[in-house]
């Protein structure tokens, strides 16, 4: 600093002698020429003073930082939520054929939504799903029936789906068999009573690991004889695929179901992506069948599983951006908390402010001192909220389905906001300080 | 035998090192101007040892807060050692009162929170200098004051003299060429007082230059020269040819760690 630069312009003293260097008295050593506190050193120095001072208010810097505590937690709580959301729909759309369609009776208009299958509409018959296997494309094709049956086998009985499908639905579905056989063609046009027993059905009727295939379990009454158990699945998105029942599709129609109609046909692909061209092809075909020309009159719908899932996924994301702009919210709120807070602090602190500045702080060392205390405090906060985030989504994943998944990015953004916060709030605050008057300060009490 | 001369004899020497012309101070109350000073003309050399007397609301604060930098003239100059202190920026000002100037305040001043070692430290936490080399000026500082047994001790445990001679331990620590007291003693009782301008004395004597404002004549009576201050206006400039010794005084009273009573603030 250019403190001893002579005097300029002061034509009244023009007459004295230059001045003396600076005499400096002999009761301490001179203090060597230090360049001001700058960089690490201040940010060190200041990041000291600021956790002792908020230690020395603990309760009032807690309450303090309880908005950035539960913002970050919050964020980081709402994304994993998501993510875990995220993981259970695309576990689902792996247990399914992404390559299957559903045909459903019953026309779109009405009450906007799918007509529920059974009953409801009698347009599907089993000649339609015939025609359909003729199209090219379409590797299988079954005509398909839901019933809920009460199944009774010795003195044990279990209530599960009882569904009715023709043989190529062992393709559709993808199920192996662990015992016996999938339902034959020959089952299918006589009517057999047999049924293919899930695992999950084998294990409440016969027991685990019983191998019932030859033995007898009634349905609703009537006695089927059990030809095949199906490989086990497992759970797949919340949803046991194990807990089913197939029996003949005809078998279903006469004895379950007591109706004419067929439920639904379900097809699948070649491949995925002549997904939508099987699609084309099924509505033009079942459109000439059923002597439709308009397409907003048809008597059927067609489902395809993949737009259904993407969709969903759709869903999913926006429902994320939903939570996550929700708990960013209450970040700003907590920012805003900081900013108060700091602002009581600045105005109760008027006077070490004033005492600061007589000593010689510049106005930078104050700003710098309140700044990375609105820092600390909401990078402590931060802190707090990313150990609380994560384990309150574990928490939460133990009264749901979902799986808890922690995205290390989410974790990283929140404690940068945590942080842009203390900035963002502690400047006005800060500005405040450093601009009072050291006058002004000292007087007060 | 008068100092002035002394100085002024002593050629290169022959500046003042505060040198006050026509200052002016209002403050502003609304529409209400308060005359604060009133053009006041004032020449500090170096070694001496000043005392601002006169009635309260006379406008000695108010010079001796423009002397510290601590506040701007409304017109007027103030040379700081010939420099031009209108003329400095906000960050030079702030080095001024760090490096060329101490100021102790009537009230002492001190952070509560932190030790007498720590408040002593804080004006060489505003310069660069290594934290081990701060302590060990911190401490010297304290020991010239006669403290440096009462290092880790907070203002609270110390007494009102014990606090006041911290604090003058803090204006010292940066090797000052200027120090200010706004009535040092004024919250002191007589015996502290006296104990306090012994050890303004002892730095005077060792080349440090003292303006300390006062309204007790005892007090006063301390120093080598008074200035009296009425309505804002230098009424009175008089040497005092034989000032009180403090030391002398002390001798056969206490010793300076233990004195007066504890003050809890
Ligand atoms: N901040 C201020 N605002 C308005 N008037 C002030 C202020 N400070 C001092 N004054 C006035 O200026 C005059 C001088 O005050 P001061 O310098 O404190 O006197 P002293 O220290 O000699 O008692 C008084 O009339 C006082 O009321
Ligand atoms: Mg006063």
Known sequence: ?445 | MEQREQWQADGHRAYPLVRVRQLVKNYYLGHTIVPALRGVDLDVWPGELVALMGPSGSGKSTFMNLLGCLDQPTAGRYLLSGVPVDELSPNELADVRNRSIGFVFQNFNLLPWMTALENVELPLTYMQMPAEERRRRAEMALTLVGLRTRAHHRPTELSGGQQQRVAIARALVTSPTLLLADEPTGNLDSQTSVQIMGILQELNRRGLTIILVTHEADIAAYCRRQVRFRDGRVVGDTLNSEPLEARLQLTHDHDHEQEGRKVTS
Do not use: C
Request: overall charge neutral.
């Open chain 1, 1 to 445: 600093m250019s403190f001893l630069r002579p005097e300029t312009g002061a034509s009244q003293h023009a007459t004295l002698p230059q001045p003396a260097p600076l005499e400096r008295s002999a009761f301490l050593p001179p203090v060597h020429a230090y360049r001001r506190a700058r960089g690490f050193s201040a940010v060190y120095q200041g990041t000291r003073s600021a956790l002792r001072a908020l230690r020395a208010n603990a309760l009032r810097s807690l309450l303090t930082s309880l908005g950035i505590i539960i913002g970050v937690g919050a964020v980081i709580m709402m994304i994993s939520i998501s993510e875990g959301n995220a993981a259970a729909i695309n576990q689902r759309l792996s247990a399914l054929n992404p390559t299957q369609l559903t045909i459903f009776p019953g026309s779109a208009r009405g009450t906007g939504g799918v007509s529920s299958g059974l009953g409801s509409a009698q347009s599907l018959t089993l000649d339609d799903a015939n025609a359909i296997a003729q199209l090219s494309h379409v590797t299988a094709v079954s005509p398909l029936i839901n019933a809920q049956g009460q199944l009774v086998a010795g003195d044990q009985n279990w209530s599960t789906s009882v569904v009715g499908v023709a043989p190529p639905y062992q393709q559709i579905g993808g199920w192996q068999l662990q015992d016996g056989s999938f339902i034959s063609q020959d089952d299918e046009d006589s009517g057999h009573t047999v049924a293919v027993l899930g695992q999950t059905v084998v294990d409440n009727l016969f027991g685990p690991g019983a191998d019932p295939v030859g033995q007898s379990v009634r349905i609703n009454g009537v006695p089927f004889t059990v030809i095949g158990v199906l490989a086990p699945k497992g759970t797949t998105g919340g949803r046991n695929a194990d807990d089913v029942v197939y029996v003949p599709y005809t078998t279903a129609r006469q004895r379950l179901s007591g109706g004419r109609s067929l439920g639904q046909i379900v097809l699948t692909a070649d491949s995925t992506s002549n997904v939508g061209l099987v699609q084309n092809e099924v509505e033009q075909l079942l459109e000439q069948r059923h002597n439709i020309a308009n397409p907003q009159l048809d008597d059927f719908q067609i489902s395809n599983q993949l737009q259904v899932l993407q969709s969903v996924q759709g869903t999913n994301q926006a429902l994320t951006i939903l939570l996550v702009s929700v708990a960013s919210v209450s970040l700003v709120v907590g920012g805003i908390g900081i900013m108060n807070i700091m602002l009581v602090s600045v105005t109760e602190r008027t006077r070490e402010i004033g005492i600061r500045i007589a000593i010689g702080a510049r106005p930078r060392d104050v700003m710098t001192q309140f700044l990375i205390e609105a820092l600390v405090l909401s990078i402590l906060g931060g802190l707090i909220g990313i150990v609380l985030g994560p384990v309150g989504a574990w928490v939460l994943t133990h009264f749901t389905t979902t799986p808890f998944v922690l995205d290390p990015l989410s974790v990283l953004l929140a404690f940068g906001v945590s942080a842009l916060v203390g900035v963002v709030f502690g400047f006005y605050p800060a500005q405040r300080a450093a601009r009072l008057d050291p006058i002004v300060a000292l007087r007060t009490e």
